[in-house]
């Protein structure tokens, strides 16, 4: 790769290393330079410029970050679109994530130009987490040190996947002493649950009896003949010996007791046994909190299917101090799947915003929302590849011939609102359509109704690139260097939304914060496509 200041004529093809501005001319870094850029550039004076020139055998940033994530993910972990030479991984289920990490260190050492960064190893993720990034520091990677990647990647396999939580029916026995408050039983009974229920369990059944190794240990023997998948023993007092009530219990039960104390902290006094095939874990005092302890640590990777024996417990002492952390985290009270248990997992969410209120005077006696193309509404397109893509929410504003416009969109799962002031323009829309917008989003992709060759492909990989804390907290698509639509703004800018008049959108604010603006390249025009006119809508069929 050549890499330096390049006169113009030298410099097409080339990548910005560098934004450039000059007499009205912005271009960001990372812009491929046309035979178009070099002329304005010398008409504004410009004589040369930083960039990158890939030369024969480099492997663009783009497509070598995407070969090695595809290569580097296992099973239960999917890619993300590349962009600036990054792609992101994410886990498709709750469980717990499981790194080489050898092979991880071993892939970083072979050139600073491929860097690969993950979560730690084992961590508890939930669906949809993001868990590891591929980033490649230069425009491109040298063939030679692709082909040593590759080679590494080949003879060890994916170095990442994730271990799913099992659906396990648990079942939890509490042992009383005289004075043992009832309250202390219900509230360990309801963190239980939840902790059951944050790796996907169900807690099926609960005993309560004597703290007492006879009565204990019958109390265990029925939980077996219930069918509990994993049993839980939270004690009265406790286990402070091999020989001590709950080991005792699980012998007289005909069970094996296999490790006793853990290197964490809380969490010290945990005990890990077996009764057949049954796993039955003796929990530490702190297991009555919903805080994060050693114990958490123990059943997610039980319930994921990992090894949890005496070495990888006595593993667990680097990093297992857990007592001064100012803000331990609490086990997540929903299940994984919940939308509020995915709002600060590390992927944004965003929601869709469909226009869908105009006038369509251009197009004269027809709305063309509600025209056919393809044998289906306009409008219906735009909210399919919403539908389709990654948005967590799909909004849809509905005004003139309202009525119509819903009765195209059928039972689709949109929230619908209706802006009554469709006169008014586009950014009247635009206000009602952020005033709907969810809770706890990151950001809105704002789709236009009438640009139906937009698809759900071109929104994620707008969803891809949005980054606020890299600086593309506006994402733009481009079509041969010209600028489209759909856009996504950063939730910061809804305010700025609710301040705008006339029948214009938001595009002002593009040009004042071009600071924040990511240009993502498309593939395909539809970007750039919307129907207006008879004519537009004739053609379009045309084109098929």
Avoid at 28 to 45: P, V
Avoid at 370 to 377: E, F, I, Q, R, W
Wanted: glycine share 10%; charged share 20%.
């Amino acid at each position: 790769m050549i890499f330096g200041a390049l006169p113009l004529d030298q410099a097409e093809g080339a990548i910005l290393a560098h934004a450039v501005k000059a007499d009205g001319i912005a271009f960001k870094k990372g812009r491929h330079l046309s035979a178009r850029d070099l002329e304005q550039l010398a008409s504004a004076g410009v004589t040369a410029v930083t960039a990158a020139k890939l030369e024969a055998g480099d492997v663009h940033e783009d497509t070598a970050a995407a070969e090695i994530a595809e290569a580097a993910a296992g099973a239960g972990i999917s890619c993300g679109p590349a962009f600036t030479g990054r792609v992101n991984l994410f886990a498709d289920t709750a469980g717990v994530f499981v790194t080489d990490a050898h092979g991880i260190d071993r892939l970083n050492a072979i050139d600073e130009a491929v860097t690969i960064a993950t979560l730690p190893h084992l961590a508890a993720v939930a669906p949809g987490q993001m868990v590891a990034t591929v980033k490649i520091i230069p425009f491109a990677v040298a063939a030679p040190v692709m082909d040593r990647v590759t080679a590494a990647l080949t003879a060890s396999g994916p170095v990442l996947r994730m271990a799913a939580f099992r659906p396990l029916r648990f079942a939890l026995v509490q042992t009383q002493l005289p004075g043992t408050a009832a309250k202390v039983l219900d509230k360990t009974s309801q963190v239980t649950e939840r902790r059951v229920a944050s790796v996907g369990g169900r807690l099926v059944a609960e005993r309560r009896c004597a703290h007492d190794a006879p009565d204990l240990a019958r109390t265990l023997r029925a939980m077996m003949a219930d069918g509990a998948q994993m049993i839980l023993i939270a004690g009265a007092s406790a286990i402070t010996d091999r020989r001590d009530v709950l080991p005792a219990a699980i012998e007289l039960a005909g069970g094996d007791v296999e490790h006793f104390g853990m290197p964490v902290d809380p969490g010290n006094l945990l005990l890990t046994a077996r009764i057949g095939d049954v796993p039955v874990l003796g929990l530490p005092g702190c297991a009555r909190s919903p805080k994060l302890n050693g114990f958490d640590w123990v059943l997610q990777r039980q319930v994921a299917g990992l090894p949890v024996g005496r070495d990888e417990i006595m593993g667990l002492g680097v990093g297992g101090l857990l007592t001064e952390i100012p803000t331990r985290p609490q086990p997540r009270s929903g299940t994984p799947e919940e939308p509020a248990a995915r709002a600060t997992d590390g992927r944004p969410r965003i929601a869709a915003l469909v226009l869908a209120a105009g006038q369509s005077r251009r197009m004269g006696a027809t709305n063309k929302l509600t025209a056919l193309v393809d044998g289906k509404p306009m409008v219906a397109h735009a909210v399919d590849a919403a539908l389709a893509s990654s948005a967590s929410t799909v909004v849809v504003v509905t005004g003139h011939q309202a009525a119509e416009v819903r009765a195209s969109l059928g039972d689709r799962p949109v929230a619908l609102v209706n802006n009554s002031e469709f006169a008014e323009g586009l950014s009247a829309s635009l206000k009602v359509g952020v005033a709907a917008l969810p809770d706890g989003i990151d950001g809105a992709v704002v789709c236009l109704g009438d640009m139906p060759r937009v698809t759900a492909a071109d929104l994620d990989r707008l969803i891809g690139a949005f980054n606020p804390l890299e600086g593309r907290a506006i994402v733009v698509p481009t079509w041969n260097g010209k600028r489209g639509n759909p856009v996504l703004w950063d939730r910061r800018f809804f305010a700025a939304m609710q301040d705008l008049s006339g029948d214009v959108g938001a595009k002002h604010l593009i040009g004042e914060n071009e600071e924040v603006v990511a240009e993502v390249p498309m593939d395909r025009a539809g970007v750039l496509l919307d129907v207006d006119t008879p004519d537009a809508l004739a053609r379009l069929e045309a084109a098929g």
